[in-house]
Structures are given as structure tokens and as C-alpha cells.
């Protein structure tokens, strides 16, 4: 019984997983194995037994074949060459932090705006006890407009 429920619960996982996702999980576990990305479908032909146009199939994004996602046979029989769960494959750790961080457009109106009228005013009004805003590195500097940036971005959305 307890097998079955298992069986349940990964087909569950493999229809709810985006094929997108699911190729960026494996691509990272293949790489923390160190299994580099030219050798990539040679290994999974050798682990699988599939053929190597198959394995490209199920390695594309293209929209033509978005339905053909890795079967679970095939991500079991990798997940027992790499001797991990195959559960990892599902897990979301690979993008929750590239979700929860904000990609900052260094490019756009607003920063360039923070650039060159608010910040020097605020560091130099805040701040004024670290030195200048002329006298900070260009790191310092970077993370302090990023943090700015982010505030004014949240709070506009809010």
C-alpha cells in the first residue's frame, strides 16, 4: 500500500512539474555530480538505455515538443546512477532563490534616476559617518543603489 501511494505522489509530481523546471533540475544535479553538458546525453543514453535522438526530445525546450517531458522511468534510472532520491529532480531548491530574488534592471528609468539625483543626497545624508558618496568603492556604492532601487520597486507595487 504504501508503495502504490508513493507511485501516486511521484506521477502527481511528474504531471504537475513544469518541463522547463524539470530540465533545470536535472541539468543542476548532473552538474553537481560532475557530469558536464557535452557528455550530458551520452550519460543519460547510457543510464537509460533510450536513444540519443529520444533524449534530445526530452532535453528541448521547443514548443513542438513541450508535451514530451522526461519520463519517470528514465528519471528513476538517473536518480539510481547518481544514487540520489529521485525526488530531487522535483524539488524547487534550484529556483526558489532565483524566485525570491529580484533581478534588478540596472538599465532602466528608475535606477538611472536613483543614480544620478537621489542617491548621493541620501548616502551623504545618512551615511555621512563612512565618508562620501565620492569616497565610497564602486561595490559599496552598486549595493546601496540595488537596496534603494528594490525599496522604491516594492514600494511602488504596493
Known sequence: ??????IIKLTELHQNTDKKNLIQSVNHELKNAGIHRKKKVQWICKATGSPEGTVYTWLTNAECRRMNKIPIYALCQMALALRISVYKFFSADNSVADKEKQKIDRRCKLYWHLRRNVAEDLWNGTHAENDTWQKQTLDI???????LYLKMVNDELN
Do not use: A, P, Q, T
Not at 1 to 6: D, F, N, R, S, V
Not at 141 to 147: A, S, T, V
Open 1 to 6: 500500500m504504501k508503495l502504490e501511494k508513493e
Open 141 to 147: 556604492k552598486r549595493e546601496f543603489l540595488d537596496g
